[in-house]
């Protein structure tokens, strides 16, 4: 019997994505399938996710869904499910998931997450006709309010797993809205949602989930610590046996440099010669000299990715005699910065800012190397594609780039299992010291080779880890 499963989440590609949510969201109900579980995904009928899925059938009407009324659609993408929360009044609007095109935050996101978890618990009890959820998978803060709903609905009720994708983004709102989101009295408590004098949409997830997971091992550890936990450390601290990490894979369907149809030169590991097409068509596109070692950058500009210390280590870059191409959108200083660099440093730093899913496959076949300098980082999926293109990830020692990257350091280099560079602790020094090693490496063609090969032949996909998923909701489930 398939073990029906109803994953609560913000993004899911292709539909809607910010950021590797989205991916791991869209990329785990058909990891799950060989391992029988049927995962049913609920999320906000944005206008992008009503336009790209088909008329669909609605399921389920709310008349007045915090503030009017509501529909859900059953509706299939590519064989996987999906339920769509059709709320005109909460999600008809430009811009994007979180906020409006100026850039903020929408000033009523508490009751449009809200919403989303209202109608997760009603849909865990049968409203929308699919069969009752053994286990309900919420991700991160906005699908968090569910596990209050449930938790406090007197029906029998699914075991939650709760998983965070990233434990900065908290969703924290004034405590005045809990009547308005209907939670009872009895919710706004510290054995609760209460967090900090407000509804904590995280915390309540946090504290009322059977199961905690996030996307590395090593983030599991670091979240248990008041630096890596952000306020949420002492509430996990003190279930800690009941946190684990499991890593997040890619799609190696989509990410298969021997098929990838955006690439304007297919290659594999047993024959790289059309990667260095690649690499001049990414010299090209970003106007660089396409002799040198490339440093290539796909990122959120944000302090998270530590993208500030790369813009200071600028100078040690072309001093090296390297380049580096970077695409990007984000904190506009960071943007700013960025486009300056480029500026000044014409054919030797280049920049796109913006969001665009080919030039990221471009530049994962065509850069030598990737660089993820995050300050922390629950798991990462960049480096992740770069092992798979043989680009050599270069890359902070936290979270998941710490359990996904085996570093070239003399024990590495003598076992033969290197796959990139790590550098520790995170700041400038380490960095350059890092990028100096990389030069070193790339230099000896014959370890780069090795580097190269071994990423490569990493295993990158969801197969071992939609495993361990598909135990834990077994287990779960009796
Ligand atoms: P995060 O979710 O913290 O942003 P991840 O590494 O987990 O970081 O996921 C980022 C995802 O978004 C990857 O699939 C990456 O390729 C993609 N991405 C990030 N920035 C861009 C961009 N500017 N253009 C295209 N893809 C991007
Ligand atoms: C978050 C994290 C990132 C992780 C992604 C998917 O956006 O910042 O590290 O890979 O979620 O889990």
């Not at 090296?320 to 054919?347: F, V």
């Not at 992740?384 to 902070?396: H, I, N, S, T, W």
């Not at 071992?464 to 598909?470: E, N, P, V």
Request: include cysteine.
């Amino acid at each position: 019997m398939p073990l029906p499963v109803l994953a609560v989440a913000s993004e899911a590609y292709p539909l809607i994505k910010t950021g590797g949510l989205a991916d791991v969201v869209g990329a785990l109900p058909a990891a799950l399938r060989p391992h029988g579980v049927e995962v049913t995904t609920l999320i906000p009928g944005y206008p992008k996710v009503l336009g790209a899925l088909g008329p669909g059938e609605t399921v389920a009407r709310f008349a007045d869904l915090f503030g009017g009324p509501a529909a859900v659609i059953a509706t299939e993408l590519d064989g996987a499910d999906f339920l769509v929360l059709d709320a005109p009044h909460l999600y008809a609007r430009g811009g994007g998931p979180y906020g409006g095109p100026d850039g903020r935050d929408w000033t009523d996101n508490a009751q449009r997450f809200a919403a989303l978890g209202f109608v997760a618990n009603e849909i865990a009890h049968g409203a929308a006709g699919m069969p009752l959820p053994a286990v309900v998978h919420l991700h991160d803060w906005q699908a968090g309010l569910a596990a209050a709903y449930i938790a406090h609905d007197p029906r029998p009720r699914p075991k939650m797993v709760a998983t965070i994708h990233n434990i900065a983004f908290q969703g924290w709102f004034p405590a005045s809205l809990a009547a308005e989101l209907r939670l009872p009295p009895e919710a706004m408590s510290v054995d609760g949602v209460e967090y900090y004098g407000g509804v904590g949409f995280l915390k309540s997830a946090l504290y009322h989930a059977d199961r905690v997971t996030t996307v590395s091992p090593t983030y599991a550890c670091e979240i248990l610590e008041p630096d890596g936990g952000v306020g949420l450390d002492g509430l996990l601290a003190g279930r800690a046996a009941t946190v684990s990490g499991i890593l997040n894979g890619i799609d190696t369907q989509v990410w298969n440099p021997a098929t990838d149809p955006r690439l304007p030169a297919r290659f594999s590991a047993e024959n790289l010669s059309g990667r260095a097409e690649n690499r001049r068509a990414l010299a090209e596109r970003f106007g660089l000299e396409s002799d040198r070692l490339t440093f290539g950058v796909v990122s959120r500009l944000s302090v998270q990715k530590g993208l500030d210390l790369l813009a200071g280590a600028a100078p040690l870059i072309l001093e090296l005699g390297a380049n580096l191409a970077l695409i990007g959108a984000g904190d506009l200083w960071l943007e700013d910065r960025y486009a300056a660099l480029s500026l000044e440093n014409p054919g030797r730093i280049g920049t796109f800012i913006g969001y665009d899913e080919d030039l990221a496959h471009l530049m994962q076949a065509g850069a030598d190397a990737i660089l993820v300098p995050s300050r922390f980082e629950p798991c990462g999926l960049t480096q992740l594609c770069a092992l798979r293109y043989g680009a050599v990830p270069v890359v902070a020692r936290v979270g998941g780039l710490a359990d996904t990257v085996i570093d070239a350091n003399p024990a590495g280099l003598a076992a033969g299992v290197a796959t990139g560079v790590q550098f520790s602790p995170v700041g400038q020094p380490a960095l350059e010291s890092a990028l100096r090693r990389t030069a070193a490496l790339w230099a000896a063609k014959d370890e780069w080779a090795k580097l190269q090969a071994n990423g490569m032949a990493s295993d990158v996909s969801w197969n071992a880890s939609a495993r361990a998923y598909a135990d834990m909701f077994r287990r779960l489930a009796g």
